[in-house]
């Protein structure tokens, strides 16, 4: 299963040009949302601020497969099996409950699609949870829709659900950009499909040694900034 939103975009142009663009911690800041929720599940009486600061260093910024995760939160906080069994749950719809509509976001996404691009979100992660995160941000009516990795069958990096975005996107990849966060599924997956990246550092070395990223942005609006001027200088990928 494959899914897009139905934000009345309008079908693309031939010469509108693709916007592939990452969801956590590019599109809404997941890390954020995780560490309002740390904070608000360690104020229960016998939790403190150690506590918080574990749950966010537990979840290696969403790294951590949520079914381990559980297992480590039960045995850090010696959960009964009765109060493990709405853990997973609460893990994602606390995580979606604390996002934040970031405005600036918005508007960069509507600043691309004036100049042409169409912004297509493509994730990792499970539908309904993705789902959730588009909708609470107020992003599925901003994107012309979104490939995710559990409907897809396929996970970033592999060239392969690239290709399978823009087909369902309905635009060609070889004009296509991509903005992400993790230098390996986004910017390392987007270069074995042969489509340029822009990577958000978020305050972190670029980690891999194998390339470099080609072009670099503190923010999504940055990156949309840095995009609007390449294109207008005539780079192409």
């Known amino acids: 299963m494959i899914t897009d939103a139905d934000p009345g975009l309008g079908l693309p142009s031939p010469a ?10 590019t599109l809404i800041d997941r890390a954020g949302a995780v560490d309002r929720w740390a904070r608000e599940f360690a104020s229960a009486p016998g939790r403190d601020a150690a506590d918080a600061r574990w749950l966010v260093a537990a979840d290696r910024d969403g790294l951590e497969p949520r079914e381990r995760l559980v297992a480590m939160i039960g045995e850090r906080f010696r959960l009964a099996p009765g109060d493990r069994s709405g853990l997973l749950a609460e893990l994602r719809g ?8 970031d405005a600036a976001v918005t508007r960069a996404l509507r600043r691309a ?4 691009w169409v912004p297509f979100v493509l994730t990792n992660g499970t539908v309904t949870q993705q789902e959730r995160k588009l909708r609470q941000a107020g992003l599925d009516r901003e994107v012309a829709g979104w490939v995710i990795s559990e409907g897809a069958g396929l996970r970033k990096p592999d060239p392969a659900i690239f290709r399978l975005a823009a087909t369902r996107a309905g635009l060609p990849l070889d004009r296509a950009w991509m903005i992400g966060d993790s230098a390996d599924a986004d910017i390392g997956g987007a270069r074995a499909a042969g489509v ?7 305050n972190r070395p670029w980690p891999l ?8 942005a503190d923010s999504f609006p940055h ?15």
């Open 94 to 101: 606390g995580l979606v409950r604390h996002l934040v509509p």
């Open 209 to 216: 040694t194998a390339f470099q990223p080609g072009r670099v």
């Open 113 to 116: 699609r004036a100049a042409g």
């Open 16 to 25: 509108d040009r693709l916007l592939l663009v990452d969801l956590d911690n």
């Open 223 to 237: 990156a949309v900034d840095v995009l609007l001027l390449a294109a207008a200088a005539g780079e192409t990928p």
């Open 196 to 202: 340029p990246g822009i990577w958000l550092h978020r």
